[in-house]
């Protein structure tokens, strides 16, 4: 070490970047600043904390810096790393997928806890992003196959990738298709799953500086945020089975609405689920007498 350079210990380091990351306005900047800091020296959180006074290579400096100049212009913890925990898994996220959220493992345990006896079942995802709820449904409910379609190809990739890396990807097909566009005519699935973009147009920019990081395809849902969920059910009763279940994430107070379209199709049973922070997040919908019917009434009831 030359004389003069100041010596930066793990210690030192992570009192810098969480004080510049507060300026910046990152939300959580201590936490962050070691989870970066952990990614660099390939270790868990414990051991920063008992190898305080060890000092950084150059090398390691110089990936850490780049991370904390990505870190400090609000792009995502998720894309810097290059991966997410979703479940009970770790999925590769790019720019070119949302990045998965606590709220929708809500959505995939309630999916499995509909479908976990009812057997061999095809699911289609639309939107599939990264892969997280397919993927995750695939392998929870290991008698099942999936169809999981994005508008973009990158995406259709993300999710293959994750399929292959989480072993069920000899049961998902992967298709780049605009909703149902190219999804083979006449094919019927037991679940139709989606989380579409649902963020009204005009709140897009009042958005959380990370979020505006996160594509704009997957999050602008048009001038009432509802365009998706009015296109996928528009088409709905060409690719449901006549027994079979929607499920849809929602954004806030768009349950009762949604839950109304899809009354409008003839999926006359629809429940609403909350997530964690009491918001509408979840629906629900079947067929009045479908093998779903009872399960998604108690939803309701509950
Ligand atoms: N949950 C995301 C958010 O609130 C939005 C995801 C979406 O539009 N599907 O930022």
Known sequence: MEQGKPVWTIVKILEWTKQYFADKGVETPRLDAEVLLCDVLKCQRINLYVNFDQPLEEDELHIYRSYVAK????????YILGHRAFMHSEFKVTEDTLVPRPETELLVEQIVELNKDKGPLDILDIGCGSGAIVVSLLQLLPLSRAVAVDINAKAVAVTLENAASLG???????LVSDLFENVAKGKKFDVVVSNPPYIPTAVLSSLAADVQKEPRTALDGGVTGLDFYQRILKNINAFLEPEGMVAFEIGIGQGEQVAKMCREQGLAITAVRNDYANIDRMVFATKEGSKYANEILAIRQK
């Open 71 to 78: 870190r400090a212009k609000h792009e995502p913890l998720a």
């Open 168 to 174: 069920v990807a000899e049961r998902c097909n992967g």
